[in-house]
């Protein structure tokens, strides 16, 4: 059974960096057959996906248009878990944070099938 | 914000069918899956409807998900109490080369 355990903190200031970091169980962050992602939820902007990373022999990223330039997502191999660092924060950026898996089988996308259990971050001075 | 547009609410009594819509554009679900969620409160979104049409295993058949064009449906049939909850829709948008999710509808079971 896959699982995924969220950790970081729950208040940042703003123009600082949110960090924060997904476990995996269950499966390896080096798998063919799965995109590791982070997604966000505001009262303001509903859900909105953040980027992911992925390894198809080599490894991959993509970032939403909305934080492209402030985002990073990395895969730690050695810890089998992968991070968010959103850069220069702002009020704009308090959301319940979430990490998912999206899966894949021959090829095929079957949905971000697991998802952590959510970070409630908040930017404030 | 929210590129797919879902009505905000929708209610039904228990047994009765309730269909969510969710509309989009050529770059999203014209041309690609679409995902439903369901979101019960305090708790993570959970996968309901994979590729348009297809449940992971564990979802009743209950749930039932499909595609025109560029807007997509999902329906819920014999409605239960424990459907009381928030849908979203979701799509992979070839313009913004991301994921784009729906405004989302709660769901109230009468």
């Known amino acids: 059974q896959v699982q995924l355990q969220q950790s970081g903190p729950g208040l940042v200031t703003p123009s600082q960096t949110l960090s924060l970091t997904c476990a995996i169980s269950?499966?390896?962050?080096?798998?063919?057959?799965?995109?590791w992602i982070w997604i966000r939820q505001s009262p303001s902007r509903g859900l909105e996906w953040l980027g992911r990373?992925?390894?198809?022999?080599?490894?991959?990223?993509v970032y939403a248009v909305s934080v492209k330039g402030r985002i990073t997502v990395n895969p730690d191999t050695s810890k089998n878990q992968f991070s968010l660092q959103l850069h220069s924060v702002t009020l704009e950026d308090t959301a319940v944070y979430y990490c998912?898996?999206?899966?894949?089988?021959?090829?095929?996308?079957?949905?971000?099938?697991?998802w952590g259990q959510g970070t409630t971050v908040t930017v404030s001075s | 914000q929210s590129v797919l547009t879902q009505p905000p609410s929708a209610s039904g009594t228990p047994g009765q069918r309730v269909t969510i819509s969710c509309s989009g554009s050529?770059?999203?679900?014209?041309?690609?899956?679409v995902f439903w969620y369901q979101q019960l409160p305090g708790t993570a979104p959970k996968l309901l409807i994979y590729?348009?049409?297809q449940r992971p295993s564990g979802v009743p058949d209950r749930f039932s998900g499909s595609t025109s064009g560029t807007s997509a449906s999902l329906a819920i049939s014999g409605l239960r109490s424990e459907d009381e909850a928030d849908y979203y829709c979701?799509?992979?948008?070839?313009?913004?080369?991301?994921?784009?999710f729906g405004t989302g509808t709660k769901v109230t079971v009468l």
């Open positions: 590729r348009s049409n």
């Open positions: 990373t992925y390894y198809r022999s080599k490894w991959y990223n």
């Open positions: 998912a898996r999206e899966h894949y089988s021959s090829g095929a996308n079957y949905g971000m099938d697991v």
């Open positions: 050529s770059s999203n679900i014209g041309g690609n899956y």
């Open positions: 979701a799509a992979w948008d070839d313009s913004l080369s991301g994921y784009v």
């Open positions: 269950g499966d390896s962050v080096s798998s063919n057959s799965a995109a």
